[in-house]
């Protein structure tokens, strides 16, 4: 899996670092004078600095040898959204992203922290819960008409997904810290949307995304008061594909 995810990254750097310098040698050999003093808002090359919002609906299965749906164990999602790269010629941005993402708790999980709250002498038992998503990778994308206001682009990355819950409970004296992780590849992650233009540097629009993954590999750890203490990890037996679909609001800055 992890050799994959090599190949896809250097697949997508190769393609962004042969667009860099291909426009490079095109401004160039055309108008040596437009490649050094051409004014900024037509530099070829600009630094692109992303941050997005929204909220992501799961789809489809968590394992491929359970019956339970994704969204089972975490209901969705509101990410905080980063991306780094840059901008080739105003049409081609390429460069890495990072997301977290607030999960709310899906309705297995939730049943199971809810019994939690009172234990077997009766006593109440202090329970929070609480799921957590985050995805990195790398992405390029095409940008229609990066000088008009309105902008319509697309994008598509290859990366890797976490998926984690923590339960905690604590009743008198004791208490106990659980906490499940589940990590895989996101194999496909197709974006589009539209900038308007805010500006010189700022853009700013809705944008839906569609991320393609499965999870590969889990860990639990226990610590405290656990009836079985210790952390263990593996591989997950039978992986299934599962989707998350993204609809939200990204601001651009172009330096």
């Given at each position: 899996m992890k050799s994959r995810l090599r190949v896809g990254f250097a697949l997508l750097f190769g393609l962004g670092s042969m667009c860099f310098s291909g426009t490079a040698r095109a401004?160039?050999?055309?108008?040596?004078?437009?490649?050094t003093v051409q004014p900024q808002h037509e530099r070829w090359s600009r630094m692109e600095l992303g941050l997005r919002?929204?909220?992501?609906?799961?789809?489809?299965?968590?394992?491929?040898?359970?019956?339970?749906?994704?969204?089972?164990?975490?209901?969705?999602q509101v990410p905080v959204w980063?991306?780094?790269?840059?901008?080739?010629?105003?049409?081609?941005?390429?460069?890495?992203?990072?997301?977290?993402?607030?999960?709310?708790?899906g309705s297995y999980l939730r049943d199971t922290c809810d019994l939690l709250e009172v234990s077997v002498t009766g006593a109440p038992v202090d329970v929070s819960c609480y799921a957590r998503s985050h995805r990195v990778?790398?992405?390029?994308?095409?940008?229609?008409?990066?000088?008009?206001?309105?902008?319509?682009?697309?994008?598509a990355g290859i990366g890797h997904e976490f998926?984690?819950?923590?339960?905690?409970?604590?009743?008198?004296?004791?208490?106990?810290?659980?906490?499940?992780?589940?990590?895989?590849m996101e194999y496909l992650n197709l974006q589009s949307g539209l900038d308007y233009r805010l500006g010189e540097h700022f853009r700013a629009g809705p944008f839906l995304g569609l991320t393609v993954g499965s999870y590969g590999?889990?860990?639990?750890?226990?610590?405290?008061?656990?009836g079985v203490p210790g952390t263990t990890s593996g591989d997950v037996r039978s992986s299934s594909t599962h989707l998350w679909f993204f609809l939200g609001l990204r601001g651009v800055a172009l330096l």
């Open positions: 401004d160039v050999a055309g108008d040596p004078q437009r490649a919002t929204g909220y992501g609906i799961p789809i489809g299965k968590a394992t491929g040898d359970g019956a339970r749906e994704l969204n089972e164990f975490i209901a969705g980063v991306d780094v790269g840059a901008r080739v010629n105003g049409h081609v941005a390429f460069g890495i992203y990072y997301s977290y993402g607030f999960g709310l708790v990778g790398v992405q390029i994308g095409y940008h229609f008409s990066p000088k008009d206001e309105i902008d319509p682009w697309i994008a998926f984690d819950f923590t339960l905690s409970s604590a009743s008198g004296p004791a208490s106990a810290t659980t906490t499940i992780d589940a990590d895989g590999e889990f860990t639990r750890a226990c610590h405290g008061d656990c």
